[in-house]
């Protein structure tokens, strides 16, 4: 950070009467960290002298080399419109953390993904990303805990007084452009108590900032208006779940280079081949884009989730969907992620398997613009069509396999993210389920 840019938060702060600020970081799981500090210490804060102990992080180090240090992007400084009052305002700053000796910690996900961009930057190219992520609106009990209750049973576009979450969702919308987010539409979804906000495209680095910038803004807003947003990928059985589909453009020179107007589809080789490295990759890439064990009770048939390995234009059972937009908005969208994934992760994964595409020219299948969903077994056969994994662990076996994306990762977070998944998977397999219960307790 440049002593122009430390002045330029300091006036900020002066401006704003900000008392206090919070240094936030992403663990490898995809969880918001922070410490909070008081204005007398930003100035400390802004030369990176803020330490943590890194051991205390869900895998970040060890107890034997736990000090790590905090190292503010002063382009992230935002006020939080909630927390204002007589006591002053509170602002934050995403940060990078830092080895000791002001090295990129390799654990640290933003730095990660910092890496996979410049690869992409050496090669010429920008990696512009527009998410659409879903999520639930359930009631809080009586302790403020959130339960499964929707407040509404209404669906797809629905608008009050059936969509009961109206007022929340534009409350929302407001503290977003608040702090600088351009709102392009919000609506409900197809589950009750389902919601999306779409807000405009960037680089991908900005956007992973702002993934979590925006499920920490959208829970904060649905309890003051006594709700719980849960970003879980399927938390109601029998109902769609929340996904987080990815549209992805890459440009050089500021042109689309997935735009070729020569092209009957118009669509470039680069675009092509981007598919392609997608395609390829994309049983690995689940175990980064849909990281958790309920991520796969999503990834069913019957519910508009990907389930398929193919792409199409207009055919959204595939894997991926080129949208009808052309020219400078010719993009793709990756439809199986969703929002339980770390977007610095994620971003870098996908990225890396486009790349290795784009760069070993990686030629895609012809698209099915049939409907996957109704095709039997042999008519998916007959057209190559694999499936996507289905559950967390084929995910994690595929991953290991797979050396483009993991190096996607890096050796750190790789090694950290799998051991932390093995874990979970295994405590999962050994739990007592209602379903359990329910179909074995009387019958044998």
Known sequence: MTEVQKEIILEKVKEYD??????????????????????????????GEIMFDGSSINGFADISESDMYLFPDPDTFVLFPWRSGSNGRVARLICDVGNPDGTPFAGC?????????????????????????????FLADEEGKATTRTQDEAGYFDLAPMDLGENARRDMDLTLEEMGFEIEASHHEVAPGQHEIDFKYADALKIADAIMTFKLTVRSIAQRHGLYASFMPKPVYGVNGSGMHTHISLFKDGNNTFYDPGDPDGLSETARYFIGGILKHARALCAVTNPTINSYKRLVPG????????????????????????????????????????????????????????????????????????????????????????????????????????????????????EGRMQEWQEYNMQV????????????
Request: glycine share 6%; net charge neutral; hydrophobic share 40%.
């Open 18 to 47: 900000v008392r206090f600020l919070r240094l936030q970081f992403t663990d490898i799981s995809g969880i918001l960290k922070n410490v909070a500090i008081p204005v007398g210490q930003l100035k400390k804060a802004l030369d």
């Open 109 to 137: 996900p933003r730095n990660n993904l910092k890496r996979i961009l410049k690869e992409a930057n050496d090669l010429g190219y920008v990696m512009n990303v527009g998410p659409e992520a879903e999520f639930f609106l």
């Open 303 to 418: 519910y508009e989730a990907p389930v398929y390995i193919a792409w199409s234009g207009k055919n959204r059972s595939c894997l991926v969907r080129v949208p009808a937009k052309r020219g400078m908005s010719t993009r793709i969208e990756v439809r199986n992620p969703d929002p339980s994934c770390n977007p610095y992760l994620a971003m870098a994964a996908l990225l890396k398997a486009g790349l290795d595409g784009v760069v070993n020219k990686i030629e895609p299948p012809e698209p099915v613009d049939r409907n996957i969903y109704i095709m039997d077994e042999e008519e998916r056969k007959a057209l190559n069509i694999q499936s996507l994994p289905g559950s967390l662990l084929e995910a994690l076996q595929e991953l290991e396999k797979d050396e483009v994306i993991k190096s996607a990762l890096g050796e750190h977070i790789y090694e950290k993210m799998v």
């Open 433 to 444: 389920t209602p379903w359990e219960l329910k179909q074995y307790l009387i019958r044998f």
